[in-house]
């Protein structure tokens, strides 16, 4: 019992129950899912990140780290490691938006005579534009991807390519995500519909 504000009398409730309209039920339960989604998304979103700067700032630094990371993915196959060196040293550079380091130059694989120009076969590895130093990043990114098998109809092709858009948005490389999507990516996928490029460069996060 409790005494009312006057002191004249005293009161007590007991078993109390809330009825809400079934519009303010529907909109309560509607929220909970919300929240629980958001919950979710959160952790996704943090785990991505995660991976992308794992990437970006440790695998994918240069190509000596690119090697480390491969020898402790494979440490039976050091020859394998060694072969694949052009090929890992075109990946970090695409990663970076950088052009491959001079001193790997020689590790890369010269064009197929058959398919190119003659052209255009005579001015690539000449000592006034040596091999490594033409064409853009795509050109590096598509020989790479050449290069570990993945053929044009490959979808591994446009899942690679995403993971590397990444990396890219995430360093302020806007423009050579989007040239990497718009070449190598199909025309419609879940990171070109849902991933905002510019606001992953003002917070720093991905998707």
């Known amino acids: 019992m409790q005494p009312e504000p006057t002191g004249h009398l005293q009161a007590m409730a007991e078993a109390i129950t809330l009825t809400l309209s079934e519009h303010d039920q529907e909109r309560l339960s509607s929220l909970a899912s919300v929240r629980k989604d958001k919950a979710v998304w959160e952790h996704q979103r943090k785990y991505e990140q995660s991976k992308r700067e794992y990437l970006g700032d440790n695998v994918l630094k240069d190509t000596g780290s690119a090697v480390v990371w491969w020898l402790a993915k494979n440490d039976d196959q050091v020859h394998k490691a060694v072969?694949?060196?052009?090929?890992?040293?075109?990946?970090?550079?695409?990663?970076?938006?950088t052009d491959v380091?001079?001193?790997?130059?020689?590790?890369?694989?010269?064009?197929?005579?058959?398919?190119?120009?003659?052209?255009?076969?005579?001015?690539?590895?000449?000592?006034?534009?040596?091999?490594?130093?033409?064409?853009?990043t795509a050109d590096h990114f598509d020989a790479f991807l050449q290069g570990m098998g993945l053929d044009a109809g490959d979808v591994?092709?446009?899942?690679?390519?995403?993971?590397?858009?990444?990396?890219?948005?995430?360093?302020?490389?806007?423009?050579?995500?989007?040239?990497?999507?718009?070449?190598?990516?199909?025309?419609?996928?879940?990171?070109?519909?849902?991933?905002?490029?510019?606001s992953a460069t003002e917070d720093g996060s991905g998707p």
């Open 101 to 136: 380091p001079e001193r790997l130059l020689h590790l890369l694989s010269p064009p197929n005579a058959e398919d190119a120009e003659p052209e255009e076969a005579d001015g690539l590895g000449t000592a006034d534009q040596p091999l490594g130093h033409t064409g853009s």
């Open 83 to 97: 072969e694949d060196l052009g090929l890992l040293a075109q990946l970090t550079s695409a990663a970076n938006d």
């Open 156 to 198: 591994r092709r446009g899942i690679l390519t995403r993971q590397i858009a990444e990396i890219l948005v995430t360093q302020g490389r806007n423009e050579t995500a989007e040239e990497l999507l718009r070449r190598f990516d199909a025309p419609a996928t879940p990171f070109n519909d849902d991933f905002d490029m510019d």
